[in-house]
């Protein structure tokens, strides 16, 4: 029996469709998995096949393939867990519902059964949305996240059979919805005010033209009571506020860089760096290391 179910991975910033077809059929039993896939993907039969079993679901010796369209893309992460044990408990007939044309799944399985938390989830659905899907089953801890995507339905699951039992209609998974407006109001409410900062009136109109250009600013330590690292964290105060476009953007590089947190599902406030002067000094002392070594080693 064939099934073909939907999926979606990464490439770069941007996420895009993946077209999980499963056969499982009679003959000399095993399993492969085909469509460019990297090691990560090659150990989902593991992971997929042991998550089956201690889900109480029944997977006898059959002949699997499973081809990850399209084909000429590398595939690369442990998104398509889920979809493929989907796949296969439709083509085995545990789940007896038809699966609907604009749903997709993404997730990681742990032996148990359990939908782990993938990185890149913002992405994927912002492309899911514009590719017409309408809903979308990802893991429970990143469901705060995806649902920032309006004009798609997110639904976050814990394990495998909460998965198959919502698909057979035995039971239902609510619906993750977040407020915008609500998780601007909160990020701007821990930010340090510029405004707190008395004195110094040529170090902030410094801080003040740096902020407005674009500008990098360099803090050299004269006193330790000066007050350079207070006026730092202070800086993203006056900073113009992001849009929902550009807050977007930020928060797909945390999620693709799994930093986000998972109380955090938007990251509303301004990016702000504030490295050490002594990440630059200490790399110059390992190049001047590095090409003293490279000097007087003798010549073979």
């Given at each position: 029996?064939?099934?073909?179910?939907?999926s979606?991975?990464?490439?770069?910033?941007?996420?895009?469709?993946?077209?999980?077809?499963?056969?499982?059929?009679?003959?000399?039993?095993?399993?492969?998995?085909?469509?460019?896939?990297?090691v990560?993907?090659?150990?989902?039969?593991?992971?997929?096949?042991t998550?089956?079993?201690?889900?109480?679901?029944?997977?006898q010796s059959?002949?699997?393939?499973?081809n990850?369209?399209?084909?000429?893309?590398?595939?690369?992460?442990?998104?398509?867990?889920?979809?493929?044990?989907?796949?296969?408990?439709?083509?085995?007939?545990?789940?007896?519902?038809?699966?609907?044309?604009?749903i997709?799944f993404?997730?990681?399985?742990?032996?148990?059964?359990?939908?782990?938390?993938?990185?890149?989830?913002?992405?994927?659905?912002?492309?899911?949305?514009?590719?017409?899907?309408?809903k979308?089953?990802?893991?429970?801890?990143?469901?705060?996240?995806?649902?920032?995507?309006?004009?798609?339905?997110?639904?976050?699951?814990?394990?495998?059979?909460?998965?198959?039992?919502?698909?057979?209609r035995?039971?239902?998974i609510?619906?993750m919805?977040v407020?915008i407006?609500?998780?601007?109001?909160?990020?701007?409410?821990?930010?340090?005010?510029?405004?707190?900062?008395?004195?110094?009136?040529?170090?902030?109109?410094?801080l003040?033209?740096?902020a407005a250009?674009?500008h990098?600013?360099?803090?050299?330590?004269?006193?330790?009571?000066?007050?350079?690292?207070?006026?730092?964290?202070?800086?993203?105060?006056?900073?113009?506020?992001?849009?929902?476009?550009?807050?977007?953007?930020?928060?797909?590089?945390?999620?693709?860089?799994?930093?986000?947190?998972?109380?955090?599902?938007?990251?509303?406030?301004?990016?702000?760096?504030?490295?050490?002067?002594?990440?630059?000094?200490?790399?110059?002392?390992?190049?001047?290391?590095?090409?003293k070594?490279r000097?007087?080693k003798p010549?073979?």
């Amino acid at each position: 029996m064939l099934s073909n179910v939907k999926s979606m991975s990464l490439l770069g910033l941007d996420g895009y469709l993946i077209s999980v077809q499963v056969d499982v059929s009679g003959g000399m039993p095993g399993w492969d998995i085909v469509g460019l896939p990297d090691v990560s993907v090659k150990e989902a039969k593991e992971r997929v096949r042991t998550a089956i079993k201690n889900s109480g679901y029944e997977l006898q010796s059959r002949k699997i393939i499973v081809n990850l369209a399209p084909a000429n893309t590398k595939k690369e992460g442990s998104f398509f867990d889920l979809p493929i044990a989907v796949g296969i408990l439709v083509c085995t007939e545990e789940i007896i519902a038809e699966i609907p044309e604009n749903i997709a799944f993404i997730g990681e399985l742990s032996l148990d059964g359990k939908i782990n938390k993938v990185n890149g989830i913002l992405s994927m659905c912002i492309e899911a949305k514009k590719l017409g899907i309408k809903k979308i089953i990802v893991p429970i801890e990143n469901a705060k996240e995806a649902s920032v995507v309006k004009g798609i339905k997110i639904y976050g699951a814990s394990n495998l059979r909460e998965v198959v039992d919502f698909l057979n209609r035995n039971n239902e998974i609510e619906e993750m919805k977040v407020d915008i407006e609500e998780l601007f109001k909160l990020g701007n409410t821990n930010l340090l005010d510029f405004s707190e900062v008395k004195g110094q009136e040529n170090i902030k109109r410094a801080l003040e033209i740096a902020a407005a250009g674009g500008h990098n600013c360099l803090l050299i330590r004269i006193s330790t009571v000066l007050g350079k690292t207070m006026m730092a964290r202070r800086i993203p105060s006056i900073l113009p506020d992001l849009t929902f476009e550009e807050a977007l953007e930020t928060t797909k590089i945390h999620s693709i860089s799994g930093v986000l947190s998972k109380d955090i599902p938007l990251i509303t406030k301004r990016p702000f760096r504030a490295p050490h002067h002594t990440i630059s000094n200490s790399s110059l002392v390992r190049r001047r290391k590095n090409s003293k070594t490279r000097r007087n080693k003798p010549c073979t």
